[in-house]
């Protein structure tokens, strides 16, 4: 089956956090309903140009989970999706209960990701975070108790105030669940421009203590029997997102909603970001496509293989040169060559290397 995601973004959360770059809008709540409606109308359009079924719905933010159960089931019922495709939903922690939860996957969705970030109250705060340190727990409840069988949370580490206990602990809180996260995202705080984190000097991380965190990540999440998926992604064997793997592998996907970005064949296209303006053109029948282009063939040859070095997947030996550099970051497995723990690290290094 060739794969063909559908990324739907929604714009909207109840605030800003310091570091996000994200195209995302707080105070909007009114617009919820129209957006869903010109949502599901690009969708339906986009869909029936393509003339293909989904194998995947990713519901990415934003905040997701500042929708209704229903608003969601409405988006997932414009979509065409084949039999057992996975359905993705970004959920801030602070809004899931048990009921919500379960309202969603009365909707149609499969696997949740859950914005936990830390489980440390200092460092929560000096994300600008609003939930607390029970979020963890409460959702790894909620997604027992509803039936949700995959599901993930993401982490960030390495700000400013994160002592190296502190890390210790959070992993501690999560490998420790009765039913642990099948699937894990942990990604280095990074300073985004324009975000107000860039001002703040002071809160700027430092990149010996996220390698640092980045090795004790890798040990323990391996001493924990989870694969190593991509650079920030592991899960345990069959918990992988389908999703993703379509985005590292090259592969087709619609992209639906304000700032949402797509990519069919080669030919990459992006909404307009402004939530009002994208609705508005929807309305009035017009294309909400802000921007595209063209990728030629060196240009996707080489953003595939930049990818894919950075994925379980690998890449050809001869899709590197031979220079001393490399040598312990990479591991050989069978035809394919991959990044090994310390070349995760130093991924950018790597990839100056490709010669494809
Ligand atoms: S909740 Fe997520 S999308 Fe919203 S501002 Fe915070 S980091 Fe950005």
């Known amino acids: 089956m060739t794969e063909l995601g559908i990324y739907l973004h929604v714009p909207f959360c109840t605030m800003r956090c310091d570091y996000c770059a994200f195209v995302t809008y707080t105070g909007l709540d009114e617009l919820h309903q129209r957006y869903v409606d010109a949502a599901c109308a690009q969708l339906r359009a986009d869909q029936a140009r393509v003339g293909r079924a989904a ?46 939860l379960e309202g969603y996957v009365s909707a149609g969705v499969t696997r949740c990701s859950f914005g936990i970030q830390s489980t440390a109250p200092h460092v929560l705060k000096s994300l600008g975070r609003r939930h607390g340190t029970g979020a963890l727990s409460d959702v790894a409840h909620a997604a027992a108790q509803v039936g949700l069988t995959s599901w993930s949370i993401d982490l960030i580490y390495g700000a400013v105030g994160e002592r190296p206990e502190d890390f210790d602990r959070c992993l501690d809180e999560v490998l420790s669940l009765e039913l642990p996260p099948p699937h894990l995202s942990a990604y280095a705080l990074t300073v985004e421009p324009g975000t107000p984190l860039a001002k703040k000097v002071a809160l700027h991380p430092d990149d010996d203590v996220q390698a640092d965190r980045y090795e004790v990540l890798t040990r323990r999440l391996t001493d924990a029997d989870y694969e190593f998926e991509e650079i920030s992604n592991w899960s345990k064997p069959g918990h992988h997102c389908r999703h993703h793997r379509t985005y590292w592998s090259g592969g087709d996907y619609l992209g639906i909603g304000a700032g949402a970005h797509g990519h069919l064949d080669g030919h990459r296209f992006w909404n307009l970001a402004d939530p009002q303006g994208y609705i508005t053109a929807i309305e009035r029948g017009s294309s909400p496509i802000e921007g595209e282009e ?12 930049s990818l894919m070095l950075r994925t379980s997947m690998g890449i050809p030996p001869s899709w590197l040169d031979a220079d001393p550099v490399l040598d312990g970051l990479l591991e050989h497995h069978g035809e394919r060559v991959l990044l090994s723990p310390r070349g995760r690290m130093l991924a950018n290094v790597v990839a100056q290397h490709l010669v494809v």
């Open 55 to 100: 194998t995947s719905l990713y519901l990415g933010g934003g905040t997701p989970s500042k929708l209704t159960p229903t608003q969601v089931a409405q988006l997932v019922e414009a979509a065409t999706l084949v039999e057992g495709a996975e359905v993705s939903m970004e959920c801030n922690p602070e809004d899931v209960t048990v009921e919500r």
């Open 294 to 305: 063209h990728l030629d063939p060196a240009t996707r040859r080489f953003e595939l293989a």
